[in-house]
């Protein structure tokens, strides 16, 4: 009911909104009325009003180029995988010029495993960024829950682990081997997907970055763990999850609204939002457009959120926050097969693992992600390494200064210290290799005619939607030269002046 009740107070206040900021406009700078007394302050003053109104929706990551080793490199996205709540993004990298282009085909490729917490996947959009500088990204783009059909079925921690582990086998077979990060939420079910990976001898990543996550919540518990760890299962049940009402795909889906975890978000520091609205408005009068911009991209990202599935966010509050199953060694997992697989970290052994924590962090308390080195025991001192970023809080670890001149340099030569060269598509596979190997969805323009796709591999689990490759931009005219791509397989026609990498 309170779900129904919030999407009627959003539609009510949508009129009030776009009229508000009509009249933001009306005496804004360059209107006939914006030499009035105080229509600087009336401007402001709307303009405040149409943002705390308006309706957030989910924003674009909008890299469009950037910087390495003094070129410029264009960015384009693409979908890889599409399951029903993920997508794997792949952010491929574009050049003409041989020598950058070189450079780019050595360099390391990172999963990124973006939180499932309430905001989107481009709440890491200065993340990806600054890696696309020297790695080759992939990151998983989690769905709104209320926009997935009920025929596309639940969606549980376990689910999710298998996603994480299907995405590494993914970039696993275009490369050979891959990096894995994660940034918060994610820290748990990856350790647990890289975990199963080892147990059943398969091919782990490289390496695994862990982000101010709560591998271990009971250690310095934040007022985000003692709200889990405090109320009972029944409480989140009953209090949190509502239906998504009528009007979206989802309809009759139980999730845990994401408006209600923008709230949450909100509580824990009123006074700091309160302060920069009103910040805002003064920035507004003054006509400080910089601090005004910086203000609305900071929003437009915070106030975007997503719902979760129920099933996934209440086995998440049970099996993290109140059982400890991870730290405690109970922690049982429902493969794709439907097989009941124990998850041992000790089992890692060729997974390079470094940890990340905030100083200030009042989301991951410290020593939470920390306590991923007490539980992989089999991987070698030399191969771990911790770092704690003084002065940082949650979101400094990976997201502005501090996670550009300080963590990052960190994590990209943690990366290079464990990194090994990788196989393209088109290098010869062993016999064993080919049959372990997933199958690889591409579009008709990804490779050519006249080679055959690979066929699918017996061994590998079927997922619940076939794999699509789709593109975020339009076509190229047909008279342009094509660019230089470097992160995919080089085409084998030596006829082509450029080379596709």
Known sequence: MLYHLYEAQRSLMEPFADFARAVSKLYGNGSMFSQLPMAQRVAAGYDLLYRLGKDYEKPEFGIQSVEV????????????????????????????????????????????VAPLSGHYATLLRDTVRTMLQGHKVYITDWKNARTVPLSDGEFHLDDYINYVEEFIRHVQAEYGNCHVMSVCQPTVPVLAAISLMASRGEATPLTMTMMGGPIDARRSPTAVNNLAMNKSFEWFENNVI??????????????????????????MNPDRHATSHYDYFKDLV?????????????????????????????????????????????????????????????DIRQSA????????????????????????????AEHREHYEVAGAGHYGIFSGRRWRERVYPKVRAFIAAHDQPQTRDDAPLAAEDV????????TPAAVPAEQAAPAPSAAAPAPRKAAVRKTSQPARKVAEPPPVAADAAPRKSPARRRTRA
């Open 69 to 112: 080793d003094g070129a410029d490199v264009v960015i384009h996205e693409i979908v890889e995988v599409d399951k029903p709540f993920c997508q794997l993004r792949r952010f491929k990298r574009y050049t003409d010029d041989p020598e950058v282009l070189a450079t780019l085909k050595s360099q390391p490729v990172v999963l990124i």
């Open 242 to 267: 509502y239906r998504v009402p009528q009007g979206f795909p989802g309809e009759g889906r139980r999730v845990y609204p994401g408006f209600l975890q923008h709230t949450g978000f909100v509580a």
């Open 286 to 346: 003054k006509g400080d457009d910089a601090s005004a911009e910086a203000h609305r991209k900071f929003y437009d990202e915070y106030n975007a959120v997503l719902d979760m599935d129920a099933d996934y966010y209440l086995e998440t509050i049970s099996t993290v926050f109140q059982e400890f199953k991870l730290v405690h060694g109970t922690w049982d997992v429902r493969n794709e097969a439907g097989q009941i697989e124990r998850v041992r970290p000790q």
């Open 353 to 380: 693992l470094l940890t990340v924590e905030g100083e200030l962090d009042d989301i991951s308390g410290s020593g939470q992600t920390r306590a991923a080195h007490d539980l992989c025991t089999q991987i070698p």
């Open 435 to 442: 049959r372990r190997r997933p199958p690889r969805a591409v």
